[in-house]
């Protein structure tokens, strides 16, 4: 983004540190495991380095080093685990008991504790895991986070470093303006929960806020890169953002005065516990003494733009296909993006650090990615590659054939056997005669995976045709999966690798539906509420439910269209303050409301005002899913009159209505009514926007 006071400014984003997260039993190194009621409790797997420090935080209280703490000896001691291969690199908490029993005769028992593993220095890895524990008085034992829980079943929990740059977080740099010596920052990061987590938001995660630090050094050359805070300088927000879960996104607007300097700006963040979301400055606040790596966020002087992927990697010698190219630096007023030498279309500059486009046709192999900004070009060589035989498609359950067992709705359940139809497309000029071989079909630990029929045959295909196996006469695989104890994630898919005879291979993603408790295989909208669940646009409403009969409120849908039209990734720039009614910073969805109304998808609800709590009427849908499709200047055709209950012409939203309908997104509410003064509820919002956004729950 290009400053407003004479200097050009460029955003540089580097790469940051991740860990995995192991599976339960008999668990490699690479995630913290507690055992609830198992003795020893141990954490497994982090590497600790031989300074670690061990502290166990209590609310209300001092942080206390736990290997001297007032609680009696035997209540908590660490050792190497003898679960892990390299005792040096592991840590367990050998008396279970730290919380209770003699613990708790000592006076000590917290109603909330955090435990706080540290390493103090980046080769160590900072600060690497954090759990927080709440007193159970029931059973005088102790409760762990229940969504962490979730993830490895009702005896543990596996929870992922969720330090500030732990588990694939990163920060983008959302705008950088420079202005009298003055450089403002809009800063955002994310630190995604691991897999199967539900979202928290409710200010009760493991960490509850971070706080930014500046640095200043030549580019290229971070500063103090031990993992403490010398030579960093602590920044305050100027808009009180600075707060957050681990599991939600977190924003901060800094200034940072330049100085005249020409060196560049590192920021890195330090993070603070609590249970209760209260900023570092509080006197219950236990901050971290350790902070993440540093990223380069400003260089002066006139910096080109730096793509570094596109998603998805390959795709059809046809073109037409949207990608996503991330990076930095790449907003611009005439931000072009061209594959293998022809323009791209339809380029969406969605922020410095993101880009949307649409392929142009071009030749089979691969394609160098190139983005052009006013500040240079960056190019990704091979970035994209083009098939002459794509895939198409994927049909799941759809066709019964022996030895299958589903219930043919499109969806692959636990305890089911199904049949998988892929397709393809011929574009390599001739015809073709095609089969494939199945892998193994694969995914999370608790269920087993079963491929039954492992080869199918496409026949002869044409130029220019697309094929399936031949349904019907065992010429299609067969998958299944188990019932597990427990599911895996909310989220839950297995991986199934096809490979044709003529070479190409493509690993298939099965969802495994059933995912909410309280939306069964048959109700209205299964489909479509498991299709948004793997898209990404949603997550539920909590505690592993969907929520299908509640209405949708004016603010959610702008979550959600959003998030279906830019894709799960997406996170909208700042809010600036437009609507009376929506406080900025501070209102709920506040940036997508605000994005809404910036991308040309609503004016509000007249007087100022957007009327955020208000429930969405399926008049109103029509119109807010057609401009997200197609733009803020798109105008339907003239109604002709096709429900009874909507007037043509007169009607309000009537020829919205009826290109929504013409579209196939809807057929009406029966009886030839739309039932436009309806809420939509949170079911029917699921098929408008599948439908609308044409979300797949299976296919390329």
């Given at each position: ?315 059809s010698t046809a073109g037409g296909e949207k990608i996503v190219i ?157 019932v597990p104890a427990s599911r895996p994630a909310l989220h839950w ?167 929504l309908a013409a579209e196939g997104v809807t057929a009406g509410c ?31």
């Amino acid at each position: 983004m290009i400053g407003q006071g004479g200097r050009s400014l460029a955003v540089v984003l580097l790469a940051m540190v991740a860990v995995g997260v192991a599976q339960v039993a008999g668990a490699q190194c690479g995630s913290a495991i507690l055992g609830e009621k198992a003795s020893p409790a141990v954490f497994q797997g982090i590497t600790l380095g031989s300074s670690t420090v061990a502290r166990l935080w209590n609310l209300g209280q001092a942080s206390q080093d736990a290997l001297a703490s007032a609680c009696a000896t035997g209540c908590r001691s660490f050792s190497a685990s003898p679960l892990c291969d390299d005792h040096g690199n592991c840590t367990a908490v050998t008396g279970i008991e730290w919380l209770n029993g003699a613990c708790a005769t000592a006076g000590f028992l917290p109603q909330t504790s955090v435990l706080l593993l540290e390493a103090p220095t980046v080769s160590d890895g900072g600060l690497w895991a954090a759990i927080k524990v709440d007193h159970n008085a029931a059973d005088a034992n102790f409760d762990l986070d229940a969504a962490a829980a979730r993830i490895c079943g009702p005896s543990c929990a596996a929870v992922a470093s969720p330090y500030a740059g732990g588990f694939g977080q990163g920060i983008d740099v959302l705008g950088a303006d420079e202005a009298g010596g003055v450089l403002t920052l809009k800063l955002a990061w994310k630190a995604p929960r691991p897999s199967g987590e539900a979202l928290d938001d409710t200010g009760e995660d493991l960490i509850t806020s971070y706080t930014v630090y500046v640095a200043r050094s030549v580019a290229g050359v971070p500063p103090g890169m031990t993992g403490g805070k010398d030579g960093w300088v602590r920044i305050d927000d100027t808009d009180n953002k600075q707060t957050g879960g681990y599991s939600t996104d977190t924003r901060a607007t800094v200034s940072v005065n330049l100085g005249g300097s020409s060196e560049g700006v590192y920021v890195a963040l330090g993070l603070n516990f609590d249970g209760v979301g209260n900023p570092d400055t509080n006197a219950n606040t236990v901050a971290s003494s350790y902070i993440s790596r540093g990223t380069l966020v400003y260089v002066p002087g006139n910096a080109a733009p730096l793509a570094t992927s596109v998603s998805p990697s390959e795709g059809s010698t046809a073109g037409g296909e949207k990608i996503v190219i991330m990076g930095t630096g790449l907003a611009g007023a005439t931000t072009t993006v061209s594959v293998g030498g022809n323009p791209a279309t339809g380029v969406i500059v969605a922020s410095g650090s993101r880009i949307e486009a649409i392929t142009p046709a071009g030749v089979p192999g691969a394609a160098d990615v190139v983005v052009t900004t006013p500040a240079g070009s960056s190019t990704l060589a091979a970035g994209y590659r083009y098939l002459d035989l794509p895939p198409v498609a994927l049909a799941v359950d759809e066709a019964m054939e022996s030895g299958t067992t589903g219930d043919l709705n499109g969806v692959l359940e636990p305890g089911e056997t199904v049949t998988l139809v892929p397709s393809w497309e011929n574009l390599t000029g001739g015809p073709q005669t095609l089969t494939g071989h199945a892998g193994g079909c694969i995914g999370p630990a608790g269920a087993t995976y079963s491929t039954t029929v492992t080869e199918a045959d496409y026949g002869t295909v044409g130029a220019g045709a697309s094929a399936t196996c031949s349904d019907g006469s065992m010429d299609c695989y067969e998958v299944g999966v188990t019932v597990p104890a427990s599911r895996p994630a909310l989220h839950w898919d297995a991986r199934f690798e096809e490979v044709l005879s003529t070479g190409e291979v493509k690993t298939w993603t099965v969802h495994v539906g059933a995912s909410f408790g309280d939306v069964a295989p048959g109700a209205f909208g299964y489909r479509f509420i498991e299709t948004m669940l793997h898209a990404g646009v949603t997550a539920g409403c909590g505690g592993g439910n969907y929520c299908p009969g509640n209405l949708v409120s004016r603010s959610q849908m702008a979550v959600f269209l959003l998030k279906a039209k830019h894709g799960s990734t997406y996170a909208p720039p700042p809010c600036t303050g437009v609507f009376n009614d929506v406080a900025c910073p501070g209102g709920f969805a506040v940036d997508w409301i605000e994005e809404l109304a910036a991308e040309g998808v609503t004016a509000g609800c007249g007087g100022g005002n957007y009327c955020p709590g208000s429930p969405v009427s399926r008049s109103q849908m029509a119109v807010f899913l057609l401009k997200a499709k197609h733009g803020s200047t798109y105008t339907p055709p003239p109604c002709t009159g096709v429900f009874n209950d909507v007037a043509c012409p007169g009607g309000f939203a009537v020829d919205w209505i009826e290109e929504l309908a013409a579209e196939g997104v809807t057929a009406g509410c029966g009886g030839g009514n739309y039932c436009p003064n309806d809420s939509v509820s949170r079911s029917q919002m699921a098929v408008f926007l599948t439908k609308n956004f044409n979300l797949l729950l299976y296919g390329p």
